[in-house]
């Protein structure tokens, strides 16, 4: 299997979200496994320092210095570029506020070859309380033997840990800036991948736990409504993902999944 080539962003939160992060990561992933692509946003609280550091113990880290915070696409499209130049066989995007589980990148990639038209997945992450920071590593196995399938087939992976094969990366595209610093740009690369006959999964066999960071809670409430008109201009069926009160949602969603797995 070829390698993961994995892009992460940071902007700040050096002791809350990318420390720990990096730390597990490199506890639960194989090095053999992956290239870590680290693109800083602009970080002014030693993450960049930090980073230079870090990345001298490893020989899979590249390091890319963004001189101000691009926001998400425009970080992680930086990401992308230069993982397209390697010779990986798969691509993921992860916040650095994921921690990790033994053989959660192995197992969850193997799920690509068990449905060869997955597009883009992602391992299970808690729900509200049922596992915390502090147990998840004890307890993550139970809470993924509740789920009687393997695969939960949605609209919306996880984007905050989304895998994807670098092929369906090269057909789908970057992300659209134009969502710029945040919000939708994942809802609309989810149609954009389904609009070309993938599909897309959560898998329900593997976990990492999303420490939520904060970094979104700085962006304006007009920023997220602007980014939802052209959303929802870009693609109307995107109303009933926010919508929960059309009775018809599940009906048109599942026949929306339905049209492009048959594609």
């Avoid at 599909?199 to 997220?224: G, P, W």
Wanted: aromatic fraction near 14%.
């Amino acid at each position: 299997m070829k390698k993961t080539a994995i892009i992460t962003l940071t902007f700040n939160k050096l002791e809350e979200a990318t420390k720990p992060f990096l730390n597990s990561l490199y506890e639960f992933t194989p090095e053999n496994d992956f290239d870590l692509i680290v693109v800083d946003n602009g970080s002014k609280d030693g993450t960049k320092e930090f980073l230079q550091e870090f990345s001298s113990k490893y020989k899979n880290i590249k390091l890319i210095f963004n001189e101000k915070n691009l926001g998400y696409s425009k970080g992680n499209n930086i990401g992308i570029k230069e993982a397209l130049k390697g010779d990986y066989g798969y691509i993921g995007l992860l916040n650095n506020d994921i921690l990790f589980t033994p053989d959660w990148l192995k197992d969850t990639l193997n799920f690509f070859n068990k449905d060869e038209k997955i597009g883009l997945i992602s391992p299970r992450i808690q729900k509200k309380k049922e596992v915390s920071i502090e147990n998840y590593l004890t307890k993550y196995k139970s809470f993924l033997a509740k789920y009687k399938n393997d695969l939960r087939y949605t609209i919306e992976p996880l984007f905050c840990c989304v895998l994807a094969k670098k092929e369906v990366i090269e057909k789908i595209g970057l992300l659209d800036e134009n969502f710029t610093p945040a919000f939708f740009e994942d809802n609309d690369y989810c149609f954009r991948t389904l609009y070309q006959g993938f599909r897309l999964a959560i898998c329900n066999r593997t976990f990492v736990f999303h420490n939520h960071s904060t970094t979104s809670k700085s962006i304006s409430s007009e920023i997220f409504e602007r980014n939802k008109k052209y959303f929802f201009e870009k693609h109307p069926l995107g109303k009933y993902i926010f919508d929960h009160k059309k009775s018809n949602i599940i009906k048109d969603i599942l026949s929306y999944i339905k049209e492009a797995k048959e594609r």
